[in-house]
């Protein structure tokens, strides 16, 4: 009965601990998929923020390129060079995973034949299409990085602000002061044209600017961050001064374009968004980091409670074994045997086989004296009793 109790006993143990470790590997599992996806795709936007980060030095180089060789210089600046140089740096190590290979080997192609253009309207236009080729490289950095997915609503605004608005901004403020520039020395008859495309890029930079402005406060509004607001404040000022300055040099209410105004606006402008992007990739990056630092904390904890788990079932299995070990009792020593059993057991092993009756006193071995020999010295019999008694007579 006791046999068959703890064999029904070991089966609900192992049934029990098969029905907590089962779930316990399951949601392990998914715990652990979930930590390594999260970390990977993190991983993968930590190389878009370094990848932007060399782009937006070429993104400047290439506004002043665009207006240099407008104003007759044959010769592209050595910022150009620099920034081409970055690029291809960071493309050669990343490149493969982001998926921009291509797409940067024929930029850098059209940039090496930025020279050749001859003529102001073509050398615009020349740059316009290289600009537009990085643009569009940006976009791709945010799509293929995973940047443009990222669950965060901080890390979501400053990635829009720092690859989708500020290179716009930079780029638009630059044509908007070349343009005004191309209107004070083309012909009369070539004018219109330029002219439109002066008002037109005059309302992009406010658009621009304007959808620039939200994201960077939707960053500020939800950022865990202690050190965004601080290290954006300044940065955003200055180029809010720029933008102001160079709004009234365009005098978008219908008067001629302050070309002197605008080309100083856009000196400070652009050093205003190069500081203002820098801050913008240390905070994104720095985000990025304190997420994988909290994966790996969680990685930690899921490792300790998956260890615990199988502890927890280890001594489960082990302890019905242990408690039937200090339940079982030994047999009793013969000495140690209960009076009525160890009588009968002698009595038996005496010659005759006869046992002795209950109560009675064994008897002695074989060869011992034997107590009932003796009389007792109570009443008995003295020889020399009747001789004294006569003798007293």
């Known amino acids: 009965m006791n046999s068959r109790r703890t064999r029904l006993g070991s089966a ?18 998914r715990v652990w998929t979930d930590n390594a996806d ?3 795709n993190t991983e993968l936007e930590k190389k878009g923020v370094e990848y932007i980060t060399a782009l937006t030095p070429l993104v400047s180089a290439l506004a002043e390129s665009q207006s240099t060789a407008l104003a007759g210089v044959a010769e592209p600046p050595e910022t150009l060079a620099a920034a081409v140089a970055g690029v291809s740096a960071v493309d050669g190590r990343i490149g493969d995973q982001l998926r921009t290979k291509e797409r940067w080997a024929d930029i850098k192609a059209k940039i090496g034949k930025l020279p050749d253009a001859a003529g102001a309207v073509n050398k615009l236009n020349t740059h316009i299409e290289v600009t537009d080729l990085t643009l569009a490289l940006y976009t791709a950095v945010q799509r293929n990085s995973k940047l443009s997915l990222d669950p965060d609503a901080d890390v979501s605004s400053l990635q829009q602000a720092v690859a989708t608005y500020m290179p716009r901004v930079t780029v638009e403020v ?52 202690a050190t965004l607001s ?47 992007a820098g801050v913008t990739l240390r905070e994104t990056d720095r985000l990025l980091d304190d997420r994988l630092d909290s994966l790996s904390y969680r990685r930690g904890e899921a490792i300790a409670i998956g260890v615990l788990a199988l502890l927890l079932v280890a001594g489960a ?15 009793a020593p013969a000495d140690q045997r209960p009076i009525g059993e160890s009588t009968r057991d002698v009595a038996l092993d005496r010659p005759g086989g006869t046992p002795t009756p209950y109560g009675a006193a064994p008897p002695p071995p074989y060869g011992a004296p034997s107590p009932y020999g003796q009389s007792p010295g109570y009443g008995e019999l003295d020889p020399t009793r009747g001789e004294r008694s006569g003798a007293l007579r």
């Open 38 to 40: 999260l970390r990977d």
């Open 317 to 331: 299995l082990v302890w019905p074994t242990f408690s039937r070990r200090r339940e079982a009792t030994p047999a």
């Open 174 to 225: 630059n044509r908007t002061g070349d343009y005004a520039n191309l209107l004070q020395v083309l012909p009369a008859a070539s004018r219109p044209q330029i002219q439109a495309q002066f008002g037109y890029q005059v309302i992009a930079v406010q658009e621009s600017v304007k959808r620039l402005t939200e994201a960077l406060q939707a960053a500020v509004d939800n950022t865990t961050s």
């Open 230 to 276: 601080s290290s954006l404040v300044n940065a955003l000022d200055s180029f809010r001064r720029g933008i102001e300055q160079i709004i009234r040099g365009a005098d978008p209410t219908g008067g001629q374009p302050s070309a002197a105004t605008i080309t100083t606006a856009q000196t400070t402008l652009q050093g205003a968004l190069s500081n203002l």
């Open 12 to 29: 609900i143990a192992v049934i029990l601990t098969v029905l907590v470790l089962v779930p316990t590997a399951v949601l392990f599992g």
